[in-house]
């Protein structure tokens, strides 16, 4: 992977999907929390990071499906245009998350809080050692076809 040196800019922020039901309205298993995050290509110079939140609180569970949009770019490469290399670049994988997460976090408390329910604040998320498991997990898979 080449060291193209990527910047980005938020440009939209939106929740694209909520969901509130009764506690067994979701499925995430015995865990209270499920957090799984996708980078997405929209266009030549954009990408949309997109966080898909399952968790129990109180008496209800809630399904948040929410999208920050990033304008990309490359100070040395004016021809720049977003690959499949850039999706899987680290720095989406673990930067942009980091920089959009933080408003997934808050929209969460305001919309519980709003709601009626009890405020309660998403822990944070070592996005960096999400990345680290995700390639392992990825290499092991290779490995596993190859064989």
Do not use: W
Not at 71 to 79: G, N, P, Q
Not at 107 to 135: E, R
């Amino acid at each position: 992977m080449s060291a193209t040196p990527i910047q980005i800019k938020p440009v939209k922020f939106q929740a694209q999907k909520v969901v509130i039901g009764d506690p067994d309205d979701i499925d995430i298993g015995e865990r209270d929390l499920s957090l799984r995050v996708v980078c997405q290509k929209l266009s030549d110079n954009s990408v949309a990071i997109i966080f898909n939140i399952k968790l129990k609180v109180e008496d209800i569970s809630l399904q948040v499906l929410y999208a920050v949009d990033f304008e990309v770019a490359c100070e040395t490469d004016t021809k720049f245009v977003v690959s499949d290399e850039t999706i899987e670049h680290p720095f989406m994988n673990v930067n942009a998350p980091a920089i959009g997460y933080p408003f997934v976090r808050a929209y969460i408390g305001t919309l519980l809080l709003n709601s009626g329910y009890k405020p309660f604040m998403l822990p944070p998320v070592n996005f960096q050692a999400l990345y680290t498991k995700k390639k392992a997990l990825k290499i092991d898979k290779n490995a596993d076809a190859e064989e």
